[in-house]
């Protein structure tokens, strides 16, 4: 089968809905969270790349949201990575963080930061991202703050 190809969408996409429910099974309802959880009131502010199987299947997805402050390097926040369960660890979550990172790389922004699960602090580290502050508790579960600097666009 095909690799996944990777689209940019936004709120008002077709795909969006599917978007959210990839994003509550993987992310929300594994803790107990209502559905409502997966949204944030900054959706249609942020970038949203979605992998898409051949037969239109939403299986991956990874989010972006601008917040720098003054005088700081323009960057943001990655969140809400979710990739479906029968294709984890086949290097899609990957892929999708590097499409992000060279399409921000090509908008000017300079820095990328997260909030990782505990879990997830390894993957995150094979690409390049560090870990900064004291451990902290998000969602219920434990989470690491990391960061990247984006080298220029080649």
């Not at 999708?96 to 060279?102: A, F, S």
Request: some cysteine; proline content about 11%.
């Amino acid at each position: 089968m095909p690799a996944p190809t990777l689209h940019f969408i936004h709120p008002a996409h077709p795909l969006y809905p599917a978007e959210l429910e990839l994003r509550f099974r993987v992310l929300r309802e594994p803790l107990g969270r209502p559905r409502e959880s997966v949204t944030f009131p900054f959706e249609a502010q942020s970038l949203h790349l979605v992998a898409v199987e051949a037969g239109g299947e939403l299986v991956g997805c990874v989010l972006f949201h601008p917040d720098s402050a003054e005088g700081e390097p323009p960057g943001g926040r990655l969140f809400q990575m979710a990739v479906h369960p029968r294709l984890q660890g086949q290097g899609l979550g990957a892929r999708l963080v590097r499409h992000l990172e060279e399409a921000l790389r090509e908008r000017g922004y300079a820095r990328v930061h997260l909030h990782a699960r505990a879990g997830v602090v390894p993957f995150y580290e094979r690409l390049g991202y560090a870990v900064y502050g004291e451990p902290y508790d998000e969602v219920g579960i434990p989470h690491r703050s990391m960061q990247r600097l984006l080298a220029p666009p080649t």
